[in-house]
């Protein structure tokens, strides 16, 4: 909520979400924000439909080793991370899109 890069991506990650559920790809975002509040006027802001787990305490974070906001983990089918992704990201870029549909098994190539 307060992350200048993550406000940024936000909307082509909701979009990201939306096309890639299809293919069997979940988003589960992770919000260090303290104040519950804040966060819930930025879900209903940028009309998010993914998950958000809150992490105040950053345990999560600091268990991935994340250092930077904000940083995405593209875990494969297997459960292991596949890329670690720092800094905001364009998710509606068509190389993205394909490199996460063959992670989760799409034959179709379109693309942390």
């Keep these: 909520t307060w992350c200048p890069p993550c406000i940024e991506e936000t909307p082509s990650l909701e979009q990201f979400a939306t096309q890639m559920r299809p293919d069997g790809v979940t988003v589960i975002g992770v919000s260090v924000d303290e104040d519950g509040k ?42 292991h991370v596949a890329e670690k992704i720092i800094g905001a990201t364009d998710w509606t870029d068509p190389r993205m899109i394909a490199y996460v549909k063959s992670l989760a098994g799409n034959t179709t190539q379109a693309s942390r």
């Design 38 to 79: 804040a966060l819930e006027n930025f879900v209903q802001h940028f009309h998010l439909s993914y998950p958000i787990a809150r992490d105040p305490s950053a345990a999560l974070a600091n268990s991935y080793g994340t250092y930077k906001l904000p940083e995405t983990y593209i875990i494969g089918r297997d459960g």
